[in-house]
C-alpha cells in the first residue's frame, strides 16, 4: 500500500531562519516523490519533485530510500513561503497519486 | 489553456439530495483523480482513473460513484448526500508520474 505520513500539522517560523517540512512514505516499489504547495486561495501547484533534483524558490528535497523519507529544506524561510505543503507519492509506473495530511508552514516577520 | 475545469464552485445540499459533480482538462492527460480535502486530514483520494475506460477506488470511496466518460472528463457523483461528505473537492489530471494539474476547487456543504 501506498501512504504518506507528515508528522506535523503546523510549522512556525521567524523569517529568516531555517526550515524543514517532513515526509515519510511507505511503498514496496519504486517511488516518485513530490511536495505540492497551496497559497491562500490559489490553486494546489507542484513545487518539485525528486527526479528533477532542483531548487525551485529556495527548496530542495533529497529522497533518501534507507529512511523513507523526503523532507522540504529551505535555509531561509520568507514571509511568501506562508502556504499548505503537501508531500506526494505515486508509483512508477502511474498509478494512483497519494498525498499527505499536510502542513501549514507559516512565516512570522 | 484552461488546464482543468471543475463545475460548480460552491454547493449546499440537503441530506438524501444527489449531485454530480464536473470535471475537464484540456491537456490530452491519460490519468485523472477525484480528492476530498478536509482540515488536519489533507487530501484523500476518492476515485481515480489511470485511463480512459478505467476506473478504481481510492481511500475513501464510500458514498460515490464515478464515470470517466472520455479523455476529457472525469465525473463524481453523490447519491444520497450526507453530512460527512462536506468537504472541498478537488479534481486533478496528470499525465505519466508527471505534474498533476488541480481544479480550482468545489466547496460542497451538506445540511
Known amino acids: 500500500a501506498q501512504r504518506v505520513t507528515q508528522p506535523e500539522k503546523l510549522l512556525s517560523v521567524f523569517k529568516g531562519a531555517p526550515v524543514e517540512l517532513k515526509c515519510n512514505y511507505s511503498y514496496s516499489g519504486s517511488p516518485e516523490l513530490f511536495w505540492y504547495v497551496q497559497y491562500s486561495r490559489q490553486r494546489l501547484q507542484l513545487l518539485l519533485r525528486h527526479i528533477s533534483r532542483e531548487s525551485i524558490k529556495g527548496f530542495t528535497a533529497d529522497l533518501n530510500k534507507g529512511e523513507t523519507s523526503f523532507h522540504l529544506k529551505k535555509p531561509f524561510a520568507q514571509e511568501e513561503d506562508s502556504a499548505m505543503y503537501y508531500c506526494?507519492?505515486?508509483?512508477?509506473?502511474?498509478?494512483?497519486?497519494?498525498f499527505g495530511a499536510g502542513t501549514i508552514l507559516r512565516v512570522k516577520s | 489553456n484552461a488546464g482543468v475545469t471543475q463545475t460548480p464552485k460552491f454547493q449546499v445540499l440537503k441530506t438524501g439530495q444527489s449531485m454530480t459533480l464536473q470535471c475537464a482538462q484540456d491537456?490530452?492527460?491519460?490519468?485523472m483523480y477525484w480528492y476530498r480535502q478536509d482540515p488536519g486530514m489533507g487530501l484523500r483520494l476518492i476515485y481515480y482513473s489511470a485511463s480512459e475506460g478505467t476506473t478504481d477506488k481510492g481511500e475513501v470511496p464510500n458514498g460515490y460513484n464515478v464515470s470517466r466518460l472520455n479523455k476529457r472528463e472525469f465525473s463524481l457523483r453523490l447519491e444520497s448526500a450526507a453530512p460527512s461528505q462536506t468537504s472541498v473537492y478537488f479534481c486533478?489530471?496528470?499525465?505519466?508520474?508527471?505534474?498533476?494539474?488541480f481544479g480550482q476547487g468545489t466547496r460542497l456543504t451538506v445540511v
Open positions: 506526494a507519492l505515486s508509483g512508477l509506473y502511474g498509478n494512483k497519486l497519494v
Open positions: 491537456m490530452n492527460h491519460n490519468s
Open positions: 486533478a489530471s496528470v499525465e505519466s508520474n508527471t505534474e498533476a494539474f
